[in-house]
């Protein structure tokens, strides 16, 4: 039981770190997609602060039954999905309105939610925990380290096109890499099953 209390306590703190900074960079770059125009910052943005709320679940789901845990996780890919289908529908009419992002915005920022997604990245990876919410939270910090690469790209060829097309292209992929991984939490939360014990004291 006290092996069991201090991961649940290690796992905590890991999610509340994790969450503290997702909910920063849901700020930062919600106020530099809404400066540079750009449809992948904001979508960024949006999926961070769609993974705050998330890590918020999970940490509330630590220490929990099994049945509480994989409830979680499925809230937490529903909401990736969600996220997914507004991006897409925000993208599509950019598309048609038209946009004028800032590409070095675009860079700057990418740079800086990479270095922080790393962070977080590797904060959950030290947990080598098979916790099905760890592994989700897992999941969310390598997409966002993935999409900050895109959109570091998309900067670049923004800036040498002077065309907008690349930070649509980038938004409309970080919704797909969010949808990607909002039915692989859903699909690893249902083929779970509750791990058998010896008795239920740890319920």
Known sequence: MSGSHDTDQVQRRTLLVVLGLNALLFVGLGVGGLAADSSALL????????????????????????AWKRGA????????????????????????????????????????????????LQLIRSQSSDDVNM?????????????????????????WLNQAWPDLVVGALVAAIAVKGGIDILKDANARREPSTSTGADQ
């Open 135 to 159: 592994k989700a939270a897992e999941t969310f910090s390598f997409n966002d380290f993935a999409s900050n690469g895109g959109i570091l790209v998309a900067g670049g060829l923004v800036m």
């Open 43 to 66: 979508a960024n943005a949006v999926d961070n602060g769609s993974d705050a709320a998330v890590y918020l679940i999970s940490f509330l789901a630590v220490g929990r039954a099994f």
């Open 73 to 120: 996780a499925r809230a937490s890919g529903v909401m990736l999905l969600i996220f997914a289908a507004g991006v897409l529908i925000d993208t599509g009419r950019r598309w048609l309105v038209g946009t004028e992002p800032v590409g070095w915005t675009m860079m700057g920022l990418a740079v800086v939610a990479a270095v922080i997604n790393l962070i977080c």
